[in-house]
Protein backbone atom coordinates (compact mmCIF):
# COMPACT_ATOMS: atom_id res chain seq x y z
CA UNK A 1 0.00 0.00 0.00
CA UNK A 2 2.88 2.52 0.80
CA UNK A 3 5.01 2.02 -2.50
CA UNK A 4 5.31 4.86 -4.81
CA UNK A 5 3.53 4.70 -8.20
CA UNK A 6 5.59 2.92 -11.22
CA UNK A 7 5.69 4.76 -14.27
CA UNK A 8 6.60 1.27 -16.16
CA UNK A 9 2.99 0.23 -15.34
CA UNK A 10 1.33 3.44 -16.86
CA UNK A 11 4.05 2.69 -19.78
CA UNK A 12 2.59 -0.90 -20.41
CA UNK A 13 -1.05 0.34 -20.02
CA UNK A 14 -0.96 3.40 -22.30
CA UNK A 15 1.10 0.83 -24.89
CA UNK A 16 -1.73 -1.61 -25.02
CA UNK A 17 -4.23 0.94 -24.74
CA UNK A 18 -2.79 1.85 -28.58
CA UNK A 19 -2.76 -1.44 -29.48
CA UNK A 20 -6.43 -2.00 -28.64
CA UNK A 21 -7.28 1.58 -30.09
CA UNK A 22 -4.93 2.51 -32.59
CA UNK A 23 -5.99 6.06 -33.75
CA UNK A 24 -5.93 7.02 -29.87
CA UNK A 25 -3.77 9.92 -29.39
CA UNK A 26 -1.28 10.36 -26.65
CA UNK A 27 -1.70 11.71 -23.21
CA UNK A 28 -1.21 15.42 -22.80
CA UNK A 29 -0.36 13.85 -19.26
CA UNK A 30 -0.81 11.23 -16.62
CA UNK A 31 -1.59 10.66 -12.98
CA UNK A 32 -1.19 7.37 -10.96
CA UNK A 33 -2.88 6.78 -7.94
CA UNK A 34 -3.51 4.46 -4.80
CA UNK A 35 -6.50 1.76 -5.40
CA UNK A 36 -8.87 2.35 -1.86
CA UNK A 37 -7.75 -0.43 0.23
CA UNK A 38 -7.75 -1.45 3.72
CA UNK A 39 -4.76 -2.43 6.01
CA UNK A 40 -5.88 -5.85 6.39
CA UNK A 41 -6.83 -6.40 2.58
CA UNK A 42 -10.59 -6.76 3.66
CA UNK A 43 -13.36 -3.99 2.46
CA UNK A 44 -15.23 -2.20 5.22
CA UNK A 45 -19.39 -3.35 4.31
CA UNK A 46 -20.60 -1.90 8.23
CA UNK A 47 -22.88 0.39 9.15
CA UNK A 48 -22.00 3.35 10.62
CA UNK A 49 -21.19 4.50 14.49
CA UNK A 50 -23.51 7.27 14.05
CA UNK A 51 -26.66 4.99 12.85
CA UNK A 52 -28.03 2.77 10.79
CA UNK A 53 -29.20 5.43 8.36
CA UNK A 54 -25.32 5.65 6.88
CA UNK A 55 -23.90 2.43 5.43
CA UNK A 56 -20.38 1.74 4.41
CA UNK A 57 -18.91 -0.25 1.92
CA UNK A 58 -15.78 0.87 0.76
CA UNK A 59 -11.75 -0.52 0.69
CA UNK A 60 -12.15 -3.16 -1.99
CA UNK A 61 -9.01 -2.58 -3.21
CA UNK A 62 -8.07 -3.62 -6.99
CA UNK A 63 -10.81 -6.07 -7.08
CA UNK A 64 -14.02 -3.37 -6.26
CA UNK A 65 -15.58 -4.27 -9.58
CA UNK A 66 -15.23 -8.11 -9.32
CA UNK A 67 -17.15 -7.62 -5.49
CA UNK A 68 -19.57 -5.13 -6.73
CA UNK A 69 -22.13 -7.69 -6.63
CA UNK A 70 -21.73 -9.29 -3.51
CA UNK A 71 -21.44 -6.00 -1.97
CA UNK A 72 -24.72 -4.82 -2.99
CA UNK A 73 -26.09 -7.74 -1.70
CA UNK A 74 -24.30 -7.22 1.73
CA UNK A 75 -25.82 -3.89 1.78
CA UNK A 76 -29.29 -4.62 0.89
CA UNK A 77 -29.22 -7.19 3.57
CA UNK A 78 -27.82 -4.00 5.93
CA UNK A 79 -30.80 -2.11 4.09
CA UNK A 80 -33.48 -4.30 5.03
CA UNK A 81 -32.53 -5.24 8.08
CA UNK A 82 -32.47 -9.02 6.87
CA UNK A 83 -29.32 -11.73 7.64
CA UNK A 84 -26.19 -11.25 5.34
CA UNK A 85 -25.58 -14.10 3.01
CA UNK A 86 -21.98 -14.26 5.14
CA UNK A 87 -21.36 -12.68 8.52
CA UNK A 88 -20.43 -9.04 8.57
CA UNK A 89 -17.84 -9.08 11.46
CA UNK A 90 -15.01 -9.19 9.58
CA UNK A 91 -15.72 -6.40 8.05
CA UNK A 92 -17.12 -3.97 9.84
CA UNK A 93 -15.79 -0.68 10.65
CA UNK A 94 -15.23 -0.73 14.05
CA UNK A 95 -12.48 -3.51 13.50
CA UNK A 96 -9.48 -1.08 13.78
Known amino acids: ?9 LAFLSHRMR ?7 AASRSWLGFRPSMPDSRPVISESRVGRQIIYAFGHGHIGLTLAPMTASLVAALVQSTAPEVPLTDYRVNRF
Open 19 to 25: DIFPDLK
Open 1 to 9: VKAPPTPDR
